[in-house]
C-alpha cells in the first residue's frame, strides 16, 4: 500500500516553462488537495477535489491548473512558471469529509523556478 | 481571509518536560481542528484532532485542549521526547480536505 505518491520529488525549472506535478494515492480516495508549503507560511490551499470530475479553487489558486479524470489521480499544472511559485508542494488524500478520517499527505515535490 | 494563529514560532524544551503549542482562529464556521507533526523531508502527519463538542481529547502524551468561546485550541505534549522534535501545524476547517493551516512550530526537545 504507496499510500499518496508524488512524483517527481525536485524539479528546477525557468521562468515560463510549464510542468505538470504528479500526484497519485491508491486507497480509494474521493477527497484530493494540493497545498504549498513556504517557509514561515505553514500549509496553503491552492486546489482540491471531491471526486472525479469536480474541482474547486482553495486559498491561492493563481497560476495553477487542475483536473481529475479518475479517483486515483490528481495532477497540478503550473502554465508559466514564476519564481514566486518557488516551493514545496505537498498533495494530500481523504476517504470521506468525517473528522474521523484522517487526510494522507505525500512527501512533496520540491520546486525551484530560476 | 480566514486565518488560523499559531505561538509561539519556536520551542525548545528539555527532555520530560511539557511543550505546548497554542491556535486562534476566526471562522467560527469551523468545526474540525486538525494537529499535523511534520519531519524534515517529509509530508505532515495527522497527530491528533478535536471537534467543537469537546474540550479535551488526550491520545497517549499528546492532549489537544479546546476553548470555544475564545476560540482558542492549544496542543501539549507530556513527558517531551527527542523524537519529538518536529514541526507542528494547527489547522482549522469546515471539512478534512479544506484545511486552513497555522504557520507552524519547530519544537527542539533537547535530551
Known amino acids: 500500500n504507496a499510500g499518496v505518491t508524488q512524483t517527481p520529488k525536485f524539479q528546477v525549472l525557468k521562468t515560463g516553462q510549464s510542468m505538470t506535478l504528479q500526484c497519485a494515492q491508491d486507497m480509494n480516495h474521493e477527497y484530493m488537495s494540493w497545498y504549498r508549503q513556504d517557509p514561515g507560511m505553514g500549509l496553503r490551499l491552492i486546489h482540491y477535489s471531491v471526486g472525479a470530475g469536480i474541482t474547486d479553487q482553495g486559498e491561492v489558486p493563481n497560476g495553477y491548473n487542475v483536473s481529475r479524470s479518475t479517483t486515483e489521480d490528481f495532477p497540478l499544472r503550473l502554465l508559466s512558471a514564476a519564481p514566486s511559485q518557488t516551493s514545496v508542494y505537498f498533495c494530500?488524500?481523504?476517504?470521506?469529509?468525517?473528522?474521523?478520517?484522517?487526510?494522507?499527505f505525500g512527501d512533496g515535490t520540491r520546486l525551484s523556478i530560476l | 481571509q480566514q486565518q488560523v494563529k499559531q505561538s509561539p514560532q519556536s520551542l525548545i524544551v528539555q527532555k520530560g518536560g511539557i511543550s505546548i503549542i497554542n491556535c486562534a482562529y476566526e471562522?467560527?464556521?469551523?468545526?474540525?481542528f486538525p494537529w499535523y507533526q511534520q519531519f524534515p523531508g517529509k509530508g505532515p502527519a495527522l497527530l491528533i484532532a478535536i471537534r467543537p463538542d469537546v474540550s479535551e481529547k488526550k491520545e497517549g502524551r499528546f492532549t489537544i485542549s479546546f476553548n470555544k468561546s475564545a476560540k482558542q485550541f492549544s496542543l501539549h505534549i507530556m513527558d517531551s521526547q527527542p523524537g519529538d522534535s518536529a514541526t507542528y501545524f494547527c489547522?482549522?476547517?469546515?471539512?478534512?480536505?479544506?484545511?486552513?493551516f497555522g504557520k507552524g512550530t519547530l519544537l527542539t526537545v533537547n535530551p
Open positions: 494530500a488524500s481523504s476517504y470521506s469529509t468525517g473528522t474521523d478520517q484522517p487526510q494522507h
Open positions: 489547522a482549522g476547517g469546515i471539512s478534512n480536505y479544506k484545511l486552513t
Open positions: 471562522n467560527t464556521a469551523f468545526d474540525y
